[in-house]
Nanobody, 123 residues
C-alpha cells in the first residue's frame, strides 16, 4: 500500500520560505513520476511542480522561479522548496505519485496522494 506523508507546512509572512517534504513508502510501480499540487478553498487542485524518474522537472507558471522540486531516491523522499512566498500561495499542498516514464501536470493521472500539509502566508 502506497503511503505519502507530507510535512513542513506552516505559517509564514510574505517573502518568507518553506521547505515541504514528502515521505514515500510502498511504491511498487516503476518508473514513476511525482508532483506537488496545491488547493485553496473554493479553487481547483493545481500543479505546482512535478518530477519524473529521470529527474526532469516542470513548474507552474505562477511559481516563476520561486520554487524547486527535488527528490532523494535513497530516502524515498520528495521535496519542494518555496521561496518569496505570497499570500496567494496560501493553500493545502499535496504530494502525489503516478506510474509512467513521462512528466505530467494533470492531477487525474496521479494514482496516489498524501493528505496534505497546510501553508499559510500572511501579508
Amino acid at each position: 500500500q502506497v503511503q505519502l506523508v507530507e510535512s513542513g507546512g506552516g505559517s509564514v509572512q510574505a517573502g518568507g520560505s518553506l521547505r515541504l517534504s514528502c515521505a514515500a513508502s510502498g511504491i511498487t510501480y516503476s518508473p514513476y513520476y511525482m508532483g506537488w499540487f496545491r488547493q485553496a478553498p473554493g479553487k481547483e487542485r493545481e500543479v505546482v511542480a512535478s518530477i519524473n524518474s529521470r529527474g526532469s522537472t516542470t513548474y507552474a507558471d505562477f511559481v516563476a522561479g520561486r520554487c524547486t522540486i527535488a527528490k532523494d531516491n535513497a530516502k524515498n523522499a520528495l521535496y519542494l522548496q518555496r521561496n518569496v512566498l505570497k499570500p496567494g500561495d496560501t493553500a493545502m499542498y499535496y504530494c502525489a505519485a503516478g506510474w509512467g516514464a513521462g512528466l505530467t501536470t494533470n492531477p487525474r493521472l496521479y494514482k496516489d496522494w498524501g493528505k496534505g500539509t497546510q501553508v499559510t502566508v500572511s501579508s
